[in-house]
């Protein structure tokens, strides 16, 4: 047995200097992450944002109507075996990005198949999409529910449902949503706020608090939702790319998500982006990206660890690639590489290069969609 030190640490949201901790081997890195990168909402099928060139929607409701889709998404999410390679890939990039827990929305067979194939998974919330719409049906979770249920029960993932959004569920399909959530582990997501405030429709439908589930609003740009006593997950990359403003404070704040993790990578790419936007002390962000989708979603971390070479400063803008990942006690990421199969970072960004390409000869125009810019591009 052998001792992990490192110079500087980021441990349960706290900067400490000095860390050590038992390990298999001695090692020395510069930072070390207790526990690793959390993003608290991401889409692992989506591969094309609809985006058009020098077009930005003043709301979601606006953007999902006017949208220039390349891709069939219902095909996508239809088709398990895409499906589930796509949500493969945005598990090893997490990975391999240092995030160590994931809350993954889409079509649930399809990520629960993915995490199977992996010998070290990352942590997940699996949050299947409903929305009243053909593809996004009640029914269609429910059959994939009662399928994974039995697999995923061992408290090292743990189940609910993601509401689209209270403009494209009825009040029937939310009911009936959060009575399957209470089947998984109550767990209820939802984007809310979204370029329009939603907070009174919210408490029209759900009432005041307390609920009897745990719902997780996502985005909330334009509510704040510590007025109903929840906590939001941020995605300000998005907010900005769709709607071209996010909101700048972390009030009721307490994650952050890629959204799109396939196009813009996970919480790690978008930090140089969230240090902008938010203006925090360094140690705000650090434990809001780390510790914060964790406590969130209520997931154990013990045993979750990412190391890097580089300064603190450099590491939370994204930019040091880490050495070393352990999710659980296993290693996940060992000298930059997945351990099991050996794929680097760049590796896996060709791979999802060519998803993305297939998937729209597949089931699209052929034509490639937009690529967004990179989150550090955008201010
Ligand atoms: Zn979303």
């Not at 020098?54 to 499906?83: F, H, T």
């Not at 399809?110 to 699996?126: D, G, I, Q, S, Y």
């Not at 399909?173 to 984007?191: F, M, Q």
């Not at 907010?239 to 952050?256: D, E, M, V």
């Amino acid at each position: 047995m052998g001792v992990i030190e490192a110079g500087i640490a980021v441990v349960h949201g706290r900067i400490v200097e000095g860390f050590r901790a038992p390990f298999r081997e001695d090692a020395y890195y510069d930072v070390v992450l207790v526990p690793g990168f959390s993003d608290g909402h991401a889409h692992p099928q989506v591969v094309d944002g609809g985006l058009r060139r020098g077009v930005r929607w003043r709301n979601s409701y606006e953007w999902i109507r006017g949208r220039d889709m390349v891709v069939d998404e219902v095909m996508v999410r239809r088709d398990l075996s895409v499906a589930s390679k796509l949500s493969y890939l945005t598990m090893v990039r997490a990975l391999l990005e240092g995030t160590t827990l994931l809350a993954l929305t889409g079509r649930l067979a399809a990520n629960v198949r993915a995490w199977f194939k992996l010998r070290v998974r990352p942590r997940l919330v699996l949050l299947p999409t409903v929305m009243d719409r053909v593809g996004w049906s009640l029914g269609e979770v429910v059959s994939d529910y009662s399928r994974v249920s039995m697999l995923v029960s061992d408290g090292f993932a743990r189940m609910g449902v993601f509401i689209h959004s209270l403009g494209m569920a009825g009040v029937t399909t939310i009911r009936e949503s959060l009575s399957l959530a209470s089947r998984g582990d109550g767990i209820v997501g939802l984007h809310l706020g979204e370029g329009v405030s939603e907070l009174e429709e919210f408490k029209r439908i759900l009432g005041e608090p307390p609920y009897p589930v745990k719902i997780i609003p996502v985005h909330c740009i334009d509510d704040d939702v510590q007025e109903v006593g929840l906590q939001c997950v941020s995605c300000p990359t998005t907010n900005i790319i769709l709607y071209g403003r996010t909101r700048g404070s972390l009030a009721g704040i307490s994650s952050f998500g890629s959204d799109w993790p396939l196009l813009l990578g996970t919480t790690p790419k978008h930090l140089k982006l969230i240090r902008r936007v938010f203006k925090e002390p360094l140690e705000v962000i650090a434990r809001t990206a780390t510790i914060g989708g964790y406590k969130l979603y209520e997931i154990p971390y013990d045993g979750d660890m990412v190391a890097f070479d580089g300064n603190l400063e450099d590491v939370m803008s994204g930019y040091v690639k880490p050495k070393l990942v352990i999710v659980n006690n296993q290693i996940a990421v060992y000298d930059g590489a997945l351990v099991d199969p050996q794929i680097t970072v760049e590796d896996v960004e060709k791979r999802i290069r060519e998803a993305i390409k297939e998937v729209s000869e597949k089931y699209g125009s052929g034509a490639q969609p937009l690529i967004p810019p990179k989150p550090e591009d955008l201010i």
